[in-house]
């Protein structure tokens, strides 16, 4: 199996901590490695998981393409001293390794992100989980006095060595 990690990048104004919500469902591209079919908007959580058929085995998420003779599946793994839970201030325009998802038979291609992060600002007041959907994300910190912003989110899939 594969193991692919999902980094991201952002420029943080002001952010202490943007941290991935856990049981996030992370939107997806998928493709097939040994095809053309490729499936958008697919959702993958650790907080649901799928039998394997003709094993004991399970899955985060499961597709069978066509004329495929077994399902495809992958799981969103913890790889440790890899994967990171959050960025903080420090990481800003930085690549983070935030999530890694062990595949057989499929390859994320791409994320689309939605409501995967809570924020927390320098000033330590908690903006709660934030829609990311749109891009850029900006509030105003009123105890502290100053904007915060995530801007300029990239990301990338990279295969684990």
């Known amino acids: 199996m594969v193991v692919f990690i999902l980094r991201v990048k952002a420029s943080l104004e002001n952010v202490g901590q943007m941290s991935v919500v856990e049981g996030t469902q992370w939107c997806l591209k998928i493709k097939n490695p040994t095809g053309t079919d490729i499936r958008e908007n697919v959702f993958i959580s650790d907080t649901e998981s799928y039998n ?11 597709v069978r393409w066509d004329g495929a003779r077994a ?24 690549w983070v390794p935030v999530a890694a998802l062990e595949c057989r038979g499929l390859e ?13 600002s ?30 300029e989110i990239e990301h990338d899939v990279i295969v684990h060595k």
């Open 52 to 62: 394997l058929p003709g094993s004991r085995g399970t899955a985060h998420f499961t």
């Open 71 to 94: 399902p495809a599946h992958a799981s969103l793994i913890e790889v440790k001293n890899v994967l990171r839970p959050c960025l903080t201030a420090d990481d800003s325009d930085q």
């Open 108 to 120: 994320p291609i791409d994320w689309s992100p939605t409501e995967n992060f809570s924020v927390e």
């Open 122 to 151: 320098t000033g330590g007041n908690n903006f709660g989980v934030v829609d990311l959907s749109e891009g850029d994300w900006a509030d105003f910190d009123d105890e502290a006095g100053e904007s915060v912003s995530i801007m």
